[in-house]
C-alpha cells in the first residue's frame, strides 16, 4: 500500500509540474503584464521600472523556479482587473463554486444509482423506459441549454425561483453558504440540476449497466440457488460489487464538476471561480487565468489519488494481484 501511494504521489507531482509548466507559458507570454497594469499615459522608463521590479527581464528559468515558488505558497501575484491579491480572490469565490459542485454531486448520487438500480433490474418495465429516455436527453442536451430552459419554465413562467446570483449568504468565519437561508436554498436549486444532470445520467447508465453484468454471474445464480431473498441478492450482493466501479467515475465525476462548472456559473451568473474565470479570459487577466488552471490540476490530482486509494482498498483483487506480483 505504502509504495502505491509513493508512485501515485510522484505521477501526480509530475503531472503537476507539467500544469505548471503550462500556466507559466501562458503567464508569460500570451500578452504583456506591463500592458495590463499601465495606462497608455505611462512614459517608457516608468514601463521598464515596473518591468524590472516585476522581474520581467530575468532568465526565463528564474522566472519559472519564481512561479513554482510561489505556487507552492499560492501566491500567484496581482490580478489586473481588479487590482487584487489573486489568492484572495480566489479564496473569495471558492465557497460559491464548491457548494454549487458538492450539491450537483450529492443530486447525481442520490438520483442516478436509485434510477441506475431499477431499471437494471427491471428493464422491460414502463418506467424504465422512461428514466432511460429522459437519461437520454440529459446526456443529449448541452448544459447551456438546460440552464436556459430551467430558468424559462420555473423563472419567467412560473415564477418560483431566481433566475441568476447566489441568494442571501452567511458568513462562517472565512466561508460563505446560502445553505442555510432560504433565498440561498432556492437560488441553487436550478444550477444545481443543471451542472448534476449530465453526471447524473452518466452514473445511472453506468449503475444500469453494471447491474446487469452482475446479475448474469455465476454467484448471483449460486445466491438464489441457496434460498436467498431478492432484495438481499440485489443489494446485499449485485449493488455492493456494481458501485465498485462507480466509485472511480464519480471520484473523476467530482473533479470534472467543478473545471466545467464554468458554463453553469455564467448562465446562473453564480458568484463563483467559473465565472471569475470567463472575466478573466475576456479582460486577459493572466494571472487569475493561471491560478485557477494549476487550482483545478490540483483538484483533479488530489482527486484522483484518492480514487485510486478507496479503489485499492474497495476492491481485494488489486491487492492479491499486487501480492502475487511481488512474489514472483
Given at each position: 500500500m505504502f509504495a502505491f501511494i509513493v508512485r501515485r504521489l510522484l505521477q501526480s507531482l509530475i503531472v503537476m509540474m507539467a500544469v505548471a509548466l503550462l500556466s507559466f507559458t501562458m503567464f508569460r507570454y500570451v500578452g504583456d503584464p506591463v500592458n495590463q497594469m499601465v495606462g497608455i499615459e505611462t512614459t517608457l522608463a516608468e514601463r521598464a521600472a515596473l518591468r524590472e521590479r516585476l522581474g520581467l527581464d530575468d532568465p526565463a528559468y528564474l522566472q519559472f523556479g519564481r512561479f513554482l515558488f510561489n505556487a507552492a505558497?499560492?501566491?500567484?501575484?496581482?490580478?489586473?482587473?481588479?487590482?487584487?491579491?489573486?489568492?484572495?480572490?480566489?479564496?473569495?469565490?471558492?465557497?460559491?463554486?464548491?457548494?454549487?459542485?458538492?450539491?450537483?454531486?450529492l443530486f447525481a448520487l442520490l438520483v442516478g444509482i436509485p434510477m441506475g438500480v431499477y431499471t437494471g433490474l427491471h428493464r422491460e418495465s414502463p418506467i424504465s423506459k422512461f428514466l432511460l429516455t429522459i437519461s437520454l436527453i440529459g446526456i443529449s442536451l448541452p448544459t447551456f441549454l438546460i440552464g436556459i430552459l430551467l430558468i424559462f419554465i420555473f423563472s419567467v413562467n412560473l415564477h418560483l425561483l431566481p433566475s441568476f446570483g447566489r441568494g442571501e449568504v452567511i458568513r462562517l468565519g472565512f466561508w460563505t453558504t446560502g445553505l442555510l437561508t432560504p433565498s440561498g436554498l432556492a437560488?441553487?436549486?436550478?444550477?444545481?440540476?443543471?451542472?448534476?444532470?449530465?453526471?447524473?445520467?452518466?452514473?445511472?447508465?453506468?449503475?444500469?449497466?453494471?447491474?446487469?453484468?452482475?446479475?448474469?454471474?455465476?454467484?448471483?445464480?449460486?445466491?438464489?440457488?441457496?434460498?436467498?431473498?431478492?432484495?438481499?441478492?440485489?443489494?446485499?450482493?449485485?449493488?455492493?460489487?456494481?458501485?465498485?466501479?462507480?466509485?472511480?467515475?464519480?471520484?473523476?465525476?467530482?473533479?470534472?464538476?467543478?473545471?466545467?462548472?464554468?458554463?453553469?456559473?455564467?448562465?446562473?451568473q453564480w458568484p463563483g471561480m467559473g465565472l471569475m474565470f470567463l472575466q478573466a479570459v475576456q479582460n486577459v487577466d493572466i494571472p487569475i487565468m493561471a491560478a485557477y488552471l494549476m487550482l483545478i490540476a490540483f483538484l483533479f490530482v488530489t482527486i484522483n489519488l484518492i480514487v485510486d486509494m478507496l479503489y485499492y482498498v474497495v476492491d481485494p483483487r488489486l491487492r492479491v494481484d499486487r501480492a502475487t506480483t511481488g512474489g514472483h
Amino acid at each position: 500500500m505504502f509504495a502505491f501511494i509513493v508512485r501515485r504521489l510522484l505521477q501526480s507531482l509530475i503531472v503537476m509540474m507539467a500544469v505548471a509548466l503550462l500556466s507559466f507559458t501562458m503567464f508569460r507570454y500570451v500578452g504583456d503584464p506591463v500592458n495590463q497594469m499601465v495606462g497608455i499615459e505611462t512614459t517608457l522608463a516608468e514601463r521598464a521600472a515596473l518591468r524590472e521590479r516585476l522581474g520581467l527581464d530575468d532568465p526565463a528559468y528564474l522566472q519559472f523556479g519564481r512561479f513554482l515558488f510561489n505556487a507552492a505558497q499560492f501566491e500567484f501575484g496581482i490580478s489586473y482587473q481588479h487590482k487584487k491579491d489573486v489568492s484572495k480572490l480566489i479564496l473569495e469565490r471558492a465557497p460559491a463554486t464548491l457548494e454549487l459542485s458538492f450539491i450537483s454531486a450529492l443530486f447525481a448520487l442520490l438520483v442516478g444509482i436509485p434510477m441506475g438500480v431499477y431499471t437494471g433490474l427491471h428493464r422491460e418495465s414502463p418506467i424504465s423506459k422512461f428514466l432511460l429516455t429522459i437519461s437520454l436527453i440529459g446526456i443529449s442536451l448541452p448544459t447551456f441549454l438546460i440552464g436556459i430552459l430551467l430558468i424559462f419554465i420555473f423563472s419567467v413562467n412560473l415564477h418560483l425561483l431566481p433566475s441568476f446570483g447566489r441568494g442571501e449568504v452567511i458568513r462562517l468565519g472565512f466561508w460563505t453558504t446560502g445553505l442555510l437561508t432560504p433565498s440561498g436554498l432556492a437560488a441553487i436549486i436550478m444550477p444545481g440540476i443543471t451542472l448534476g444532470l449530465f453526471q447524473m445520467t452518466l452514473i445511472m447508465r453506468l449503475v444500469r449497466a453494471e447491474m446487469l453484468e452482475v446479475m448474469r454471474t455465476d454467484y448471483i445464480k449460486f445466491a438464489r440457488a441457496r434460498g436467498l431473498t431478492d432484495r438481499a441478492i440485489n443489494y446485499g450482493h449485485a449493488l455492493k460489487n456494481t458501485l465498485v466501479p462507480v466509485i472511480t467515475i464519480t471520484g473523476l465525476q467530482v473533479g470534472s464538476i467543478i473545471a466545467f462548472a464554468i458554463i453553469t456559473e455564467t448562465v446562473f451568473q453564480w458568484p463563483g471561480m467559473g465565472l471569475m474565470f470567463l472575466q478573466a479570459v475576456q479582460n486577459v487577466d493572466i494571472p487569475i487565468m493561471a491560478a485557477y488552471l494549476m487550482l483545478i490540476a490540483f483538484l483533479f490530482v488530489t482527486i484522483n489519488l484518492i480514487v485510486d486509494m478507496l479503489y485499492y482498498v474497495v476492491d481485494p483483487r488489486l491487492r492479491v494481484d499486487r501480492a502475487t506480483t511481488g512474489g514472483h
